[in-house]
T-cell receptor
Framework: SAVISQKPSRDICQRGTSLTIQCQVDSQVTMMFWYRQQPGQSLTLIATANQGSEATYESGFVIDKFPISRPNLTFSTLTVSNMSPEDSSIYLC??????????FGSGTRLTVV | GNSVTQMEGPVTLSEEAFLTINCTYTATGYPSLFWYVQYPGEGLQLLLKATKADDKGSNKGFEATYRKETTSFHLEKGSVQVSDSAVYFCALSDQNNDMRFGAGTRLTVKP
């Protein structure tokens, strides 16, 4: 399975500011996924990031709020823009394994104050 | 569409108790089934998986059997430890590796 390095692991941010989360994969992957996990909740898919094309966003998520970059096959960033306390969550990136399943980054715990 | 329904928590057990967390699924075709574990402050880790009917996934004393007739993939462990305290997610993926997660079940094991 791939190994994903995600950072920062946690941050406390002021409302109205932006935070960029990075995920580095140790192998080339076509698709990367970004999830949000609100407190006490399951995972919600934000978007799918394919290299060489714009990210595909799920219903309820928009590019202006969660811009994603995918400059190459091993790296992606998710920015949480103009943050409010409702954005306090764990954000996770993941990639598909060669066999069924996903590998996840260690997550970014974001608190907006 | 595909979906996973998971036993609601939280679940609190004493050390060495028997654990069952129920999971049922709805899917077309023949999905692969997974249990992921999330320890406090960490991301998700694959605990075990099964890719076809009657397969049994196992890891760290946990087991789950892919039951097509009951569309279930219940997680079991014969004797839980304090270190098993975590949130457990049941999940499925279809032939396109499109993943769906259950709501998660928080397990607390008391010494």
């Amino acid at each position: 399975s791939a190994v994903i390095s995600q950072k920062p692991s946690r941050d406390i941010c002021q409302r109205g500011t932006s935070l960029t989360i990075q995920c580095q994969v140790d192998s080339q992957v076509t698709m990367m996924f970004w999830y949000r996990q609100q407190p006490g909740q399951s995972l919600t898919l934000i978007a799918t990031a394919n290299q060489g094309s714009e990210a595909t966003y799920e219903s309820g998520f928009v590019i202006d709020k969660f811009p994603i970059s995918r400059p190459n096959l091993t790296f992606s960033t998710l920015t949480v823009s103009n943050m409010s306390p409702e954005d306090s969550s764990i954000y996770l990136c993941s990639v598909p394994d060669r066999v069924p399943g996903y590998t996840f980054g260690s997550g970014t715990r974001l608190t907006v104050v | 569409g595909n979906s996973v329904t998971q036993m609601e928590g939280p679940v609190t057990l004493s050390e060495e108790a028997f654990l069952t967390i129920n999971c049922t699924y709805t899917a077309t075709g023949y999905p692969s089934l997974f249990w992921y574990v999330q320890y406090p402050g960490e991301g998700l880790q694959l605990l075990l998986k099964a890719t076809k009917a009657d397969d049994k996934g196992s890891n760290k004393g946990f087991e789950a059997t892919y039951r097509k007739e009951t569309t279930s993939f219940h997680l079991e462990k014969g004797s839980v430890q304090v270190s098993d305290s975590a949130v457990y997610f049941c999940a499925l993926s279809d032939q396109n590796n499109d993943m769906r997660f259950g709501a998660g079940t928080r397990l607390t094991v008391k010494p």
